[in-house]
């Protein structure tokens, strides 16, 4: 479990001080708030929540029109931080929100990823690229993106030739009047478009196109 590891002096604000986390700045609070907490105290959240009621009610603003946003859909850490910072909270009120947020359960970047790599396997097939990117362009870190589709991947007992076989029998429906070749062709381009890597694009395309069609029960 987290624990506080320590109690600093801020450098940039008198009379304040910065908790820190398992060594991580945590909350910048006034010093005043920190009475009654000291390192080794564990669980963060319930330890912290008292250091965020006393911190200011701008502090507590910002942190209410955090929790409006994601009442709208979910976000990563750095995907919130830049909307909150967008709408002019300031910064220092905006990193202790994420972090009261993170603290509490209610901002995961672990979990939003594995929600957002499942609709990308389970629901409209995407590449492992693709989801990558997506993650990539929402800022989350590029080894908890990796950790987040290999769990789903596993989960679903799944790989990234059988979501490209789904993705590849979806698109040939569209393309059930063009003449073989020509629907070889581009059913390649769009897999390669998607993302797929060309060894997968190609063993999908043998497996859609060149293995004895299935019955209505997939078999």
């Known amino acids: 479990m987290p624990i506080i590891t320590g109690i600093v002096p801020s450098p940039d604000k008198p009379g304040h001080v910065v908790i820190l986390v398992d060594g991580v700045a945590f909350a910048t609070v006034p010093e005043a708030s920190a009475a009654g907490f000291a390192p080794g105290q564990e669980g963060p959240a319930a330890a912290a929540e008292p250091l965020f009621r006393n911190a200011g009610e701008g502090a507590q603003k910002t942190y209410e029109r955090a929790l409006r946003l994601l009442s709208f859909r979910?976000?990563?850490?750095?995907?919130l931080e830049k909307r909150l910072l967008e709408k002019g909270e300031p910064r220092e009120h905006v990193t202790s929100a994420i972090a009261r947020l993170c603290a509490n359960g209610l901002l995961n970047d672990a979990r939003f990823a594995e929600a957002k790599a499942r609709?990308?396997?389970?629901?409209?097939?995407?590449?492992?690229?693709?989801i990558e990117q997506d993650l990539a362009r929402k800022g989350v870190a590029r080894d908890v993106a990796d950790a987040a589709i290999r769990q789903v991947m596993t989960d679903e007992g799944t790989d990234e030739l059988a979501v490209a076989e789904r993705a590849a029998r979806k698109k040939l429906r569209s393309l059930s009047r063009l003449e073989p070749m020509e629907q070889r062709q581009k059913l390649y381009a769009f897999l390669a478009r998607q993302g797929y890597a060309p060894d997968v694009v190609r063993r999908a395309l043998r497996a859609v196109l060149d293995?004895?069609?299935r019955d209505d029960d997939g078999v």
């Open 211 to 213: 293995a004895p069609p």
């Open 119 to 130: 609709s990308g396997i389970v629901g409209k097939p995407r590449s492992r690229r693709r």
């Open 74 to 79: 979910a976000r990563s850490a750095r995907e």
